[in-house]
């Protein structure tokens, strides 16, 4: 019961949220629509209850440019001709507008009119881009199946930059010839700007999965990959950070390389407990030689889960400027269900940080013997 309170709660707030987003470029809201009804409706009923003339005739010219928010062409033409007409019935006891009102009137219905055109067809455009980016991103950054191998998975990603559902954070989990690998990174900067490079490293750990036998390797063929799309790119240093995951086949023990990222975090028995790991410096800098740098083997038992997230949910702050707890509330937030999980930390997090500011990326991974 305390989970289906939060999580309505937490519906509540985003929907309160987009409500307050509608003139950034979201759908307007539903009032929006009723608004120029509602106000010929008030007109009327105002005018027919009262026993004398109302001097109220003037705000019937607000319906059509209200109608061209959210209404197209035909309805807004027929509301101005409503108006129209409501301005020349006397029962209405309206005050009786002269040739200039009605002309004014009449100017601005024909002016609504064709502003509702206009943003008609660019509504459409505007559908029709973003379908195709939406095709676009997700083929860069598909979402993480449910299960790969001996892992059930789940990811959960919220760009930053609004409207866009790739940003500068990424994760995948593969299968190859050497076992499931998973990789969670962030590159320099977020939103649009960052997707060129987070399908550069996305396609070099995809193709790394297949060919490369050790993990370390793989960091070191992402690292290659920014080095030489820096050289490419004039005054610009590509730079990301990464933590690389590789399970044994029978999901009993992880190997973990971590390239400047926060590390995993394990659940364990109702514990949670950063994994201490030594890191790497980020990749696109240019690693060193290989050799003095190893991975992390860590065990796994049954019932255990690796945490991982982004900068955007370890440095997400209150109003006070607190940095969000993770650790402290993860233990209460965790749910044997990877995706449960996922969902309550951004419920939480969306609870506890007025604005999410950064790119917010979450990868829960649950071994679990292969069926």
């Keep these: 019961m305390a989970r ?45 209850l009262s026993d004398d003339p109302l001097d109220i005739g003037f705000l019937l010219g607000a319906i059509p440019p209200l109608a061209v928010l959210s209404y197209g062409p035909v309805a807004t033409a027929l509301l101005g001709a409503g108006v129209i007409v409501m301005l020349n019935v006397p029962a209405f006891q309206l005050d009786r507008p002269g040739s200039t009102d009605l002309l004014t009137v009449s100017f601005v219905a024909v002016l609504s009119v064709f502003v509702s055109f206009v943003r008609s067809r660019r509504d459409v455009q505007l559908a029709t881009e973003r379908t195709v980016a939406e095709a676009a991103q997700r083929a860069v950054a598909p979402p993480v199946p449910e299960r790969v191998g001996p892992l059930r998975c789940a990811g959960l990603y919220r760009a930053a930059q609004r409207g866009t559902l790739v940003g500068g ?12 690998r998973a990789v969670m990174g962030d590159v320099q900067g977020h939103g649009l700007s960052a997707v060129a490079t987070v399908a550069s490293l996305l396609g070099a750990f995809r193709e790394a999965v297949l060919d490369l036998p050790d993990l370390e390797a793989v960091a070191g063929r992402l690292d290659r990959r920014l080095v030489v799309d820096s050289a490419r790119v004039r005054h610009a240093e590509l730079f990301a950070t990464a933590v690389l995951l590789e399970f044994s086949p029978d999901a009993g023990a992880v190997r ?116």
């Design 256 to 371: 973990i390389v971590v390239c400047g990222h926060p590390p995993p975090v394990l659940l364990r028995a109702g514990t949670v407990e950063e994994v201490e790991v030594t890191a790497w410096p980020p990749l696109g800098l240019g690693l060193p030689d290989i050799t003095p740098y190893d991975g992390l083997s860590v065990p796994l038992r049954a019932g255990d889960r690796l945490f991982m997230a982004s900068d955007g949910v370890w440095e997400a702050r209150d109003t006070a400027g607190v940095f969000y707890p993770l650790l402290d509330r993860l233990a209460g937030l965790a749910d044997g269900d990877p995706g449960a999980t996922a969902d309550r930390v951004w419920a939480d997090l969306r609870e506890y940080s007025e604005e999410v500011r950064d790119d917010v990326t979450v990868l829960v991974l649950a071994p679990t013997p292969s069926r």
């Design 4 to 48: 289906v309170r939060v999580l309505s709660s937490h519906r509540e707030r985003e929907e309160e949220r987009e409500r307050r987003s509608w003139l950034r470029g979201a759908p307007p809201p539903r009032w929006v629509r009723v608004l120029p009804i509602a106000l010929a409706v008030g007109v009327c009923l105002a005018t027919l």
């Design 169 to 180: 954070d990424f994760f995948d989990v593969r299968e190859g010839p050497y076992g499931v």
